[in-house]
């Protein structure tokens, strides 16, 4: 049942999608916003899902020269971790530093730690990358992401910390 490559990675991303589905329909939801803060986790959980099912069902023609490729040079494993080091620091630190600021700065940082010289036009994206993605989540879509360090204004009125952002 569980034979070939597709199969086994389909039941695990069907596994994690399904987790992940369960944690995000545990997301509270807040009133008055047209969209809420679970809909974009959703539909991703329930396109995870369904992709993980196709891929589950998809023929898998296993060749000698697919098995090779899948061995992962140890070079490549460490830049893969240095890179999910990256990840985890910047999961621990959003709600501290906010939206912005550790956006920035794990956008600067990984994209230095790949391999990229010009570091005048990586800090400019860093910086002006999360704060677009800010001003279209918080003004277009209204959804609210942690403020952290920053005093952002919104409406004129500095977000108080007691809303929890």
Same mark, same amino acid.
């Given at each position: 049942?569980?034979?070939?490559?597709? #199969?086994?990675?389909?039941?695990?991303?069907? %596994?994690?999608?399904?987790?992940?589905?369960?944690?995000?329909?545990?997301?509270?939801?807040?009133?008055?916003?047209?969209?809420?803060?679970?809909?974009?986790?959703?539909?991703?959980? +329930?396109?995870? %899902?369904? $992709?993980?099912?196709?891929?589950?069902?998809?023929?898998?023609?296993?060749?000698?020269?697919?098995?090779?490729? #899948?061995?992962? =040079? @140890?070079?490549?494993? $460490?830049? $893969?971790?240095?890179?999910?080091?990256? %990840?985890?620091?910047?999961?621990?630190?959003?709600?501290?530093?906010?939206?912005?600021?550790?956006?920035?700065?794990?956008?600067?940082?990984?994209? +230095?730690? $790949?391999?990229?010289? @010009?570091?005048?036009?990586?800090?400019?994206?860093?910086?002006?990358?999360?704060?677009?993605?800010?001003?279209?989540?918080?003004? %277009?879509?209204?959804?609210?992401?942690?403020?952290?360090?920053? =005093?952002?204004?919104?409406?004129?009125?500095? +977000?108080? #910390?007691?809303?929890?952002?």
């Amino acid at each position: 049942m569980f034979k070939g490559v597709n #199969r086994k990675i389909g039941l695990i991303l069907f %596994l994690l999608s399904a987790g992940y589905l369960y944690m995000a329909h545990q997301l509270p939801t807040y009133p008055y916003i047209p969209v809420d803060a679970d809909a974009i986790p959703k539909a991703l959980g +329930w396109t995870l %899902l369904v $992709l993980s099912i196709a891929l589950f069902f998809s023929k898998d023609n296993d060749s000698e020269e697919q098995k090779a490729k #899948r061995k992962i =040079p @140890k070079q490549d494993v $460490l830049v $893969l971790l240095g890179v999910l080091v990256l %990840l985890l620091l910047y999961i621990a630190l959003f709600e501290i530093l906010g939206f912005i600021v550790v956006t920035a700065l794990f956008v600067f940082f990984c994209t +230095w730690f $790949l391999g990229y010289k @010009k570091h005048i036009s990586n800090a400019i994206v860093s910086i002006l990358f999360p704060i677009f993605l800010y001003s279209i989540f918080v003004y %277009l879509l209204q959804i609210r992401l942690p403020q952290g360090i920053l =005093p952002i204004k919104r409406g004129g009125v500095i +977000w108080e #910390r007691s809303m929890g952002f």
